[in-house]
């Protein structure tokens, strides 16, 4: 992606705060406010001023990612860990992903404890990943419970035709 003019990473000083999407530019909308409820979106920070829904099921989709394509474009609006590896795991064929990785994530977990520490979260996360052979195309973010649609469900995935990671 080539930014004609602009910053390389645009995002970097991009001017924030907290909003109900909690993203929000100073003085403007809250740029996610009016996407649908299961809607797929596409808002990139520091280039979009307003986020717009997507069509994963458009021929032309501008999201090329395993994500996307599996689990996007088929309908499938899972909100939880185990809905979404149940909706991945039903997948077969050449685009299945079968292997899965698990990984565990302290957040805060390499800050030493002591007194002025003993209020920092510390709370686990889990990273899943799923591939073929050894390259991974979805990674999964999210904490226990995992059948719970009110814990964040964070995804990100490679998209080969533009060359990075849609989150």
């Known amino acids: 992606m080539k930014f004609e003019g602009a910053s390389r990473f645009p995002t970097r000083n991009f001017p924030y705060h907290r909003n109900a999407s909690g993203l ?15 809607a797929a979106a596409r808002f990139i920070l520091g280039i979009d001023r307003k986020a717009s829904v997507l069509d994963p099921r458009a021929e032309a989709s501008p999201v090329n990612d395993a994500f996307a394509k599996l689990v996007l474009a088929p309908g499938h609006r899972p909100e939880t860990l185990l809905e979404l590896l149940a ?20 957040d805060g977990g390499q800050i030493a404890w002591d007194p002025s520490t003993a209020d920092l979260d510390r709370h686990l996360r889990l990273v899943v990943t799923r591939h073929r052979e050894q390259d991974a195309e979805i990674f999964v973010s999210t904490a226990p419970p995992f059948n719970s649609s ?18």
């Open 24 to 38: 929000s530019r100073d003085g403007l909308a809250d740029p996610l406010k009016d996407i649908p409820t299961g």
């Open 87 to 106: 909706v991945l795991d039903a997948v077969v064929g050449p685009d299945a992903l079968p292997d899965q990785r698990i990984y565990r994530v302290a």
């Open 150 to 167: 009110g814990i964040s469900l964070q995804v990100f995935a490679w998209d080969p035709v533009a060359g990075a990671y849609n989150f």
